[in-house]
Structure formats: structure tokens, C-alpha cells
């Protein structure tokens, strides 16, 4: 008595067994559940942070050992405001064209190409992901936008040279602290 004997004959072009077939109930689980995925990302992100803020702790014990930790904290502080500013922007932004985008579209069309699937299903998973990649590209943004804490310190505590532009007129530190902030 073999593996195969106690099957039914399908001939060589029988439905599938259970794991494969589309549509319908089946009982195939995935090796790697979601719980398994969720808790190793959340191992992963714990690392990421733990080696970032042991990064930042080094970094201010060697600014505090030369008497400089306030510029060291008025540096995270910029970059900081600076990340979340860029990210709230950037979210106001994306979402409120989302929103808009969403709304004008064209009501109605309620016919799929697939009939098993639920309309409102298919809204619910596209606003997740929509949801998700506004997250995702606003903290991208954020994350450029703080990465240019340097060029609005030098514009916030700029000083002027007292030398005039022979072209233009105006003081040289315009051009060293004014115009690159306003090229953000």
C-alpha cells in the first residue's frame, strides 16, 4: 500500500489538491504567522533603537567631557523639531490630496472582474495601505528635513560680516547663512 493508492483517480488533468486551489475555503497555513513576523520586527526596530540611542549617549559623553553638551542638545533639539515639523507637513499634505482624491472619484463602480471579492474589502485594504505609504514617505521626509539641521542653525544664529557685496550691496553673510536656508 503506497502514498498514492488510496486516492481517488483524477486522471492526469483532475483539480488540484487542497493547498492549491484558488477560491473557497482552504486550511493552508502559512509556515510563518503573522505573530512570528510582527515579533521579529519588533526585535529589529528594538536594536535599531537601542543602537541609536547608544550612539547619541556617546556622542553627548564627549561633548559633555569638553563642556559643549549644550550645543550637542541644542543640535538633537533642531534636528528633532526639525523631523517632526518636515513629517507633519509632509503628512497634512499627502493626506489632505488622498482625501481629496478620494473623494472625487468616480462613485459607483461596485462590479469586480473578481466575483468573490467584496467591494468594501477592497476599499478597506486599499485605505490601510494608502494610510501606511503616507506614514512611510512622511517620516522619509522628515528624515531629509532634519538632515538639514546644520544649514538652519547657521541661518538662526547667523551673524554679519560687515562687508558689503560690491554687485548687490548687501552684507556676505546673506550669502553664507540666508540663502542656502532659503534654498529648503
Known sequence: MGFFEDREDRGPLGPPDEPFRIGGANNFRSPISLRWIGLLAAVVLLFVAANVAKSIYVDFLWFDSVDYAGNFQRVLTARAV???????????????????????????????????????????????????????????????????????????????????????????????FDLPALHL
Open 82 to 176: 526639525l523631523f517632526v515639523i518636515g513629517t507633519a507637513i509632509t503628512l497634512v499634505v499627502l493626506g489632505f490630496n488622498i482625501w481629496l482624491a478620494r473623494r472625487l472619484a468616480p462613485q459607483g463602480l461596485e462590479e469586480s472582474f473578481i466575483e468573490d471579492v467584496d467591494p468594501d474589502a477592497i476599499r478597506r485594504v486599499v485605505s490601510v495601505v494608502m494610510i501606511a505609504m503616507t506614514l512611510f514617505l512622511s517620516i522619509i521626509f522628515g528624515a531629509v528635513a532634519a538632515g538639514s539641521w546644520e544649514t538652519v542653525l547657521s541661518w538662526w544664529y547667523a551673524v554679519e560680516f560687515g562687508v558689503d557685496d560690491p554687485a548687490f550691496n548687501r552684507d556676505v553673510s546673506f550669502y553664507m
